[in-house]
């Protein structure tokens, strides 16, 4: 069973980046589609990007297209998401999440094995 901890979360003014990490342990990272999932307060859990297991196919809720970047390196057994362009409507917990499923999928209940999520605070 794989287990996932995110890291790169914090407070940054809107315009600006960060840089979340999710490092996998007990598994092999690229035995897994990777996802992003984001939980704002009193909001529900919403999908943020996926990645499939080589790394060639990626996917982005409209909302962080073009300024959000989903990456992988299977090798570090890590995954990636550049955020640029932040916006104070971005600011959320940030879980990352392993799906060992052949097919792509955007649906939280899809995805087998989550991390314990990092705060994003995007002040105006």
């Known amino acids: 069973q794989v287990q996932l901890v995110e890291s790169g979360g914090g407070l940054v003014q809107a315009g600006g980046s960060l840089r979340l990490s999710c490092a996998a342990s007990g598994g092999t990272l690229g035995a897994y589609i990777m996802g992003w999932f984001r939980q704002a307060p009193g909001k529900e859990r919403e999908f943020v990007a996926y990645?499939?297991?080589?790394?060639?196919?990626?996917y982005y809720a409209d909302s962080v297209k073009d300024r959000f970047a989903i990456s992988r390196d299977n090798a570090k057994n890590t995954a990636y998401l550049q955020m640029n362009s932040l916006k104070p409507e971005d600011t959320a917990v940030y879980y990352c999440?392993?799906?060992?499923?052949?097919?792509?999928?955007?649906?939280?209940?899809?995805?087998?094995?989550w991390g314990q999520g990092t705060q994003v605070t995007v002040s105006s």
């Open positions: 990645i499939s297991r080589s790394g060639v196919t990626t």
């Open positions: 999440a392993a799906d060992r499923d052949l097919r792509l999928s955007m649906a939280i209940f899809d995805y087998d094995y």
